[in-house]
């Protein structure tokens, strides 16, 4: 049974509106992909901010036996994709690259040829698509261990899914761990080892796609 990098246990978050999530108990290995369904207000994007520690909760997260929570420390142990990236207009995106990389203390790493638009292009003239780009590369300074992305494949044509797929494969095998939701979970089962469903704030279904023996940690609660 392989040992679990990231832990999560009864991880609840409440909304006035009733919705949120009820009791969440994850638990991942190193080096895998996990692709995270359920329809709209199901949890996944809160799941998500919660692990990357922008919203409050009640429970426990640890990462690698430490505790992970909201600290300077713990966040930048984790790369994290909101479904907009919000970048000023203004910026071009070799100073938006520059910035994170000096707070994060990295380089721009490994990335594809012609995967982000030029440096000196800026963030109000991309596209959406490039604008994810950018959000991506942001999210992967660093090498981060645990890898948060919220809708990585939104608003890319087909190459550029590929080019994600093939990037998100090669940090996972380096070690890394990685959540991502689709509005289309097709679109990672050939990237994904294990398939998680929610709904109403729960997790309802595992899936094992090229890691069944994910089974055994306990993937979903």
Known sequence: ???????????????RSGRGLQGVDLALPRGVIVA???PNGSGKSTLLRCLAGLATYRGEVS???????????????????????????????????????????AELGDLPEGFLPGMSE???????????????????????????LDEPLANLDEAGRGTVRVVLRRRCDRGATAIVTSPSPTE??????????????????????????????GVGR
């Open 1 to 15: 049974m392989p040992e679990a990098l990231l832990e999560v246990r009864r991880l609840t978050k409440r909304y």
């Open 36 to 38: 995270l369904e359920g």
């Open 188 to 217: 990672l089962e050939e990237v994904a080892d294990v398939l998680v469903r929610m709904a109403e704030g729960r997790i309802v279904g595992v899936e094992g796609l090229r890691r069944p023996d994910l089974d055994a940690l």
């Open 122 to 148: 800026p963030i109000g003239s991309l596209s959406e698509g490039q604008r994810h780009r950018v959000g991506l590369a942001v999210a992967l300074l660093g090498d981060p261990p645990l890898l948060l």
């Open 63 to 105: 990462l690698g036996g430490r505790p992970l929570d909201r600290s300077p420390a713990s966040r930048a142990l984790v790369g994290y994709l909101p479904q907009v990236p919000a970048f000023p207009a203004e910026a071009v995106v070799g100073e938006i690259l520059d910035l994170f990389a000096r707070l994060r203390g």
